[in-house]
């Protein structure tokens, strides 16, 4: 049984169907008859969805006639159109209740079936007085405009779905977001006393194997606060707020990025990376953003590169640009996950010997686009997989901007 709230909605549904009201004029003068209407028919009500009325029949959109008193009941039913042009001289329908009842020579009435096979209503035009038309052509003609009327209310119900759809992806997607944003807050606190804490052990045990230990416990922390940090970043970038990019005028890239280096390198002692910097003593960039951008590539080398291969690094500045490369060797990207790489939560399982979160070249991607530059990656077996960071190093002004949004 419909309940009100969704018979309004059918009749507002109706219309907004901007054929009806021409599909009900051709009703009309179709059939002669003064009146048309499309009807809303379920087990327990008849409402008016539209209408056109020429004879003061009394019904408006939203309005009722008792269910049992229709013909559209039986229509229901049986789900076959009914037709008569004059009832009075009609065997059947000069005593069938409806027509006596409100006084009906002719009628015709159409269902209306959508594509998942729901009743809905009727296509139904009516007249006090008898007509003239043929009724298979009614019949052939009117079947169209109901299935065309049926069918713009599939084309309704399916945007509608894909709405509803939409907006709950985007919704959960918002609550996951901020679930994790405040989940990194509240781990970072007691890591950073857990960091501190190994630090003083550390410098104070005397025993090689609890300093081994405690070491252990100082290197998983940083690279706990490593991943709360991206995540920090991600839920910044995606809930709006944007990662922030400080860009100003610098003389401490080619540290920063020698750091970066030097503490990669301690991190990973299995594989041998290479650097060749060459930056002009001032720089225009967010140094500790460039920083993390390239330790996450050095991280994505280490980790899918192949360890008997050297990693090769390359930072410079000329022409007004700032460009950093990062080279392994290794498996080669699949050329379906390539379009992915800058994605979150995209991870390659080809020679893959970390567990990371799939964040890393999507925040370096965002950080390369915060600096108005790009992050790109080549792939073959001649060359390697190589990630080019290209971005502009020309001093404009200081300001600070958020990742994802225009300098």
């Given at each position: 049984?419909?309940?009100?709230?969704?018979?309004?909605r059918d009749v507002t549904r109706i219309a907004r169907i901007d054929a009806v009201s021409l599909i009900l004029?051709?009703?009309?003068?179709?059939?002669?008859?003064?009146?048309?209407?499309?009807?809303?028919?379920?087990?327990?009500?008849?409402?008016?969805?539209?209408?056109?009325?020429?004879?003061?029949?009394?019904?408006?959109?939203?309005?009722?006639?008792?269910?049992?008193?229709?013909?559209?009941?039986?229509?229901?039913?049986h789900r076959r159109p009914m037709i008569f042009r004059h009832a009075s001289e009609d065997s059947v329908y000069?005593?069938?209740?409806?027509?006596?009842?409100?006084?009906?020579?002719?009628?015709?009435?159409?269902?209306?079936?959508?594509?998942?096979?729901?009743?809905?209503?009727?296509?139904?035009?009516?007249?006090?007085?008898?007509?003239?038309?043929?009724?298979?052509?009614?019949?052939?003609?009117?079947?169209?405009?109901?299935?065309?009327?049926?069918?713009?209310?599939?084309?309704?119900?399916?945007?509608?779905?894909?709405?509803?759809?939409?907006?709950?992806?985007?919704?959960?997607?918002?609550?996951?977001?901020?679930?994790?944003?405040?989940?990194?807050?509240?781990?970072?606190?007691?890591?950073?006393?857990?960091?501190?804490?190994?630090?003083?052990?550390?410098?104070?045990?005397?025993?090689?194997?609890?300093?081994?230990?405690?070491?252990?416990?100082?290197?998983?922390?940083?690279?706990?606060?490593?991943?709360?940090?991206?995540?920090?970043?991600?839920?910044?970038?995606?809930?709006?707020?944007?990662?922030?990019?400080?860009?100003?005028?610098?003389?401490?890239?080619?540290?920063v990025l020698n750091s970066v280096v030097d503490e990669i390198t301690v991190s990973h002692p299995e594989v041998?990376?290479?650097?060749?910097?060459?930056?002009?003593?001032?720089?225009?960039?967010?140094?500790?953003?460039?920083?993390?951008?390239?330790?996450?590539?050095?991280?994505?080398?280490?980790?899918?590169?192949?360890?008997?291969?050297?990693?090769?690094?390359?930072?410079?500045?000329?022409?007004?640009?700032?460009?950093?490369?990062?080279?392994?060797?290794?498996?080669?990207?699949?050329?379906?996950?390539?379009?992915?790489?800058?994605?979150?939560?995209?991870?390659?399982?080809?020679?893959?010997?970390?567990?990371?979160?799939?964040?890393?070249?999507?925040?370096?991607?965002?950080?390369?686009?915060?600096?108005?530059?790009?992050?790109?990656?080549?792939?073959?077996?001649?060359?390697?997989?190589?990630?080019?960071?290209?971005?502009?190093?020309?001093?404009?002004?200081?300001?600070?901007?958020?990742?994802?949004?225009?300098?």
């Amino acid at each position: 049984m419909s309940s009100p709230s969704d018979l309004d909605r059918d009749v507002t549904r109706i219309a907004r169907i901007d054929a009806v009201s021409l599909i009900l004029s051709m009703v009309k003068h179709t059939t002669g008859m003064r009146f048309a209407a499309v009807a809303r028919v379920t087990d327990s009500r008849w409402v008016a969805c539209a209408v056109d009325d020429s004879i003061d029949f009394g019904l408006e959109p939203g309005g009722e006639l008792v269910l049992e008193t229709t013909i559209c009941n039986e229509i229901r039913d049986h789900r076959r159109p009914m037709i008569f042009r004059h009832a009075s001289e009609d065997s059947v329908y000069s005593v069938h209740h409806t027509p006596r009842l409100y006084q009906l020579e002719s009628y015709v009435s159409i269902p209306i079936i959508t594509a998942d096979g729901e009743f809905f209503g009727t296509l139904c035009a009516i007249d006090t007085a008898p007509a003239q038309f043929d009724e298979m052509a009614v019949l052939n003609t009117l079947g169209l405009y109901a299935q065309l009327i049926g069918l713009q209310l599939d084309m309704q119900q399916a945007q509608e779905t894909t709405q509803v759809a939409l907006i709950n992806e985007e919704e959960t997607g918002r609550l996951r977001e901020q679930f994790i944003a405040v989940l990194g807050h509240d781990l970072r606190s007691p890591l950073t006393a857990i960091g501190m804490s190994s630090e003083l052990l550390e410098a104070k045990l005397t025993g090689e194997r609890e300093r081994e230990l405690a070491s252990g416990i100082k290197q998983s922390s940083r690279r706990m606060s490593s991943l709360i940090e991206d995540v920090l970043d991600f839920s910044n970038g995606r809930l709006g707020d944007g990662i922030p990019v400080k860009r100003e005028v610098t003389r401490d890239l080619l540290a920063v990025l020698n750091s970066v280096v030097d503490e990669i390198t301690v991190s990973h002692p299995e594989v041998s990376i290479n650097s060749h910097f060459s930056i002009e003593s001032q720089s225009f960039c967010d140094a500790g953003r460039m920083g993390q951008l390239l330790s996450n590539l050095l991280i994505n080398a280490v980790t899918h590169g192949s360890p008997d291969s050297p990693v090769d690094v390359t930072a410079k500045t000329e022409n007004g640009e700032i460009a950093l490369s990062v080279t392994n060797s290794g498996p080669v990207i699949p050329q379906e996950l390539m379009s992915l790489l800058f994605q979150p939560f995209t991870r390659s399982n080809a020679g893959g010997r970390g567990k990371g979160l799939g964040l890393g070249l999507y925040i370096a991607s965002q950080i390369a686009a915060a600096h108005d530059g790009t992050l790109s990656v080549s792939s073959t077996p001649e060359n390697g997989t190589r990630f080019v960071a290209r971005l502009p190093n020309v001093v404009e002004r200081v300001a600070l901007q958020p990742i994802g949004k225009p300098a």
